[in-house]
């Protein structure tokens, strides 16, 4: 069965090719129809189209603008132009967007009925070049996760220390000099369901990092990460914790390693991991084996590549219109800022100096997407004042509104020029704040392909889909905990946890506060 779109803003001529199609291919063909640009897009979104008839003019999105839509998400649609004006440029064009054919109106039976048949052959043809792309896929993939697990196994098993593991790396195309590794503990599970927890553990790292995945064994997964930036290590193994623990259930366990440059340590990366995931709360948790590296003391230098590191993650947080991650990064940069004067590597100066420059590309960035901010009067006086200001925690405090205030300014900009299925998914994640909430239902009620929807999310708004759900419950849990009307028991089911201890940890993980003492705080 083949799926026929005719889209005109002419009823008889809609009414005229679906009985010429209804009438010459009764049993092949389910026609659609659509009386302007927009709904035939529409249509296209929620039925898999194959043919499309489409009128060039048209009231709204035009049959070109139409065209050049449909074929972003459906490119392999063979599209047929419909037109009263026998026009070059318009054909042209029509061609240049990849159209088949390009008929003039009023269209001949017979010529009809020759272009959809040819069409039906060029759809059979991409549907058998989709299957042997399918088909193949599957090999690589079957080959791939042999290679990968055979790798995990020389790494961790092997007493060769000389064995040659570039050669794997060159096979995945991995140039990074430096890795980790980090072991994944699960749930138990019954057997019958280990392969498919397995396969989401996959799907779910490959959609996130570049890494090696290691086979099964023992409720664990180990994996090599090619990473050449310790911090980003940190908030790596800190965002797939929570990922897997929303996927999987809320006793996943993590432990990575150190990083390491020599593939001759590839055995003591892996010991490094289990130690850290032997350190972790047996209820659920992570920890890298540098946690206490990275949270000391070192050299001046060491220091402001930290807080540097931290600066940069911020102003990528602000350039997304993240909010809630801006108010995080800000509380990270400050807490490690604060021990830094404490531990005498860092001057109230060095700071002073480091939070204007972040401040600045904060405001410019906001000024890019709104050039009325260049006049906030907040900003007019940023040097003086922080001149004036004689410790961390009184920067912080005039800071930290600031920042909120540009990434304000950008999600508000992207907001008003949103693409309409983020905008659809973002009203239906706050009308289901309180209900189990998951990509592959919340692509159905937009009606795209889950992970066409994961990627558009990512592109859109700068953030994995589960991290955008788990920001805004966290900001719902806080609104909620300002008041006292409603236990924590309550707020919990009310942001969609119905385990009150997963909550309480994740409110905790993101504010370094429990739900008990931010209410006290707020008080």
Known sequence: MYNILITDDEQIVIDSLSFILTKNFPEEVKVFTANSGSKAVDICRQEKIDIVFMDISMPGLNGLDAIKEIKTFLPLAVVIIL?????????????????????????????????????????DAGRGK?????????????????????????????????????????????????????????????????????VQVRELLTSRITCITGAFMMNRVTIFVPEEDALFQQETIKSLHTALAMKIGHGVRLGASRLQSDLKNTVTAYNEALSALNNTDLTGGWKCAADDDVSGTGDDSDVQAFLKGLERRLVSRVTAGDVTGTTLCIGQWFRSAEEAVAAGDMSLDMVRNNLFTALVNSRNLAVAVNKSFEDAATFASTFGTLASLQNVSAMESYATPLFADCALCRFESCSRSENPVVEKVRQYVQEHLGEQISLDDTAAQVKVNPYYLSKLFKDETGQNFIDYVTGIRMEKARELLRGNELSIKEISHETGYTDQNYFSKLFRRMYGLTPTEYRSSCQ
């Open 130 to 198: 989709l299957n042997t792309d399918i088909e193949m896929k599957e090999k690589l993939n079957f080959v791939a996760n042999i290679v990968e697990s055979d790798f995990i196994y020389s790494s961790v098993f092997a007493r060769d220390v000389g064995r040659d593991l570039q050669s794997y790396l060159d096979y995945f195309g991995i140039s990074e000099t430096c890795y980790y590794f980090c072991v994944i503990e699960l749930p138990d599970s019954s057997t019958r369901d280990k392969y498919e927890t397995y």
């Open 83 to 123: 037109s009263a004006f026998d026009r070059f440029h318009y054909a042209q064009e029509a061609m240049a967007l990849g159209a088949y054919r390009y008929l003039t109106k009023p269209v001949n039976r017979n010529l009809v009925v020759q272009t959809v048949r040819s069409a039906l052959s060029l759809v």
